[in-house]
């Protein structure tokens, strides 16, 4: 049944909008030995020393949370800066998810439009897929995290945006994403959804969210893609 769902998804898609941090890398898995827990705990302390204490344990809870409590600040700016600072010098050290590569290449080699719809920054993103000599398979369409924090997905704007500039129609594009703020982000754009987890925590996360569909590896989309 999976399989048969996941040929009739593929068999619509047009353009895929690929998240970024998961689906197609993992940002921190050998930067220096950071993490995002200790990216988040290194963030609590930049703005704990500005006077606001918090609990969260991931960085875009972190910025979302300032965002919320100080928005257009010179301080989130310099905290959403500070970040993609810790990005970009981890990007040239980021795993390539497994078959992520191989994926985006066949998915561009059947004409099909690609893009990233990512809460890194479009920074991040360029620096990586150039790394893996994957810049031509997305072109200019890489839409990433600005100081605009409320723009963040759940909220539908990257995906609107891609979905604009490359003159797709929602019903005929295809999101892949790891979280449920993906999946909200996809049903609000009008976007159907594939989910990635390696994670079994993820994926009953991803299930309970609504997501009908969701893998913990690209293999059998590729299967898919190559038996067309």
Same mark, same amino acid.
């Given at each position: ?20 941090? #998961? ?33 969260? &344990? ?8 300032? #965002? ?24 040239? #050290? ?12 066949? %998915? ?8 990233? &719809? ?5 920074? &991040? ?51 892949? #994403? ?47 893609? %190559?038996?067309?």
């Amino acid at each position: 049944m999976i399989r048969e769902n996941l040929r009739a998804r593929i068999a619509s898609t047009r353009c895929v909008l690929f998240d970024f941090d #998961g689906p197609v890398c993992r940002v921190f898995a050998h930067h220096a030995g950071q993490t995002p827990l200790s990216v988040a705990a290194d963030m609590r302390q930049l703005v704990r020393e500005r006077g606001i204490s918090l609990e969260l &344990t991931d960085p875009l809870d972190v910025l979302r949370a300032v #965002g919320e409590l100080r928005p257009g600040s010179e301080l989130l700016a310099d905290l959403e800066e500070w970040l993609t600072q810790q990005e970009l010098r981890a990007a040239p #050290g980021a795993w390539p998810t497994m078959y992520a590569d191989r994926l985006i290449q066949t %998915w561009r080699a059947t004409g099909c439009r690609l893009a990233v &719809t990512a809460d890194a920054s479009a920074r &991040t993103v360029a620096k990586y897929l150039a790394r893996r000599g994957l810049t031509e398979c997305f072109g200019p369409h890489i839409y990433g995290r600005t100081a605009d924090v409320g723009l963040l997905k759940p909220h539908p704007q990257l995906l609107l945006q891609a979905l604009q500039d490359i003159d797709t129609d929602p019903g005929t594009a295809l999101m892949i #994403g790891d979280s449920v703020s993906d999946l909200r982000a996809a049903e609000a754009a009008g976007v159907p959804f594939l989910g990635y987890a390696t994670h079994d925590r993820r994926v009953d996360e991803l299930a309970a969210a609504g997501a009908d569909l969701v893998l913990n590896t690209f293999e059998p989309v590729l299967d898919v893609l %190559w038996n067309r």
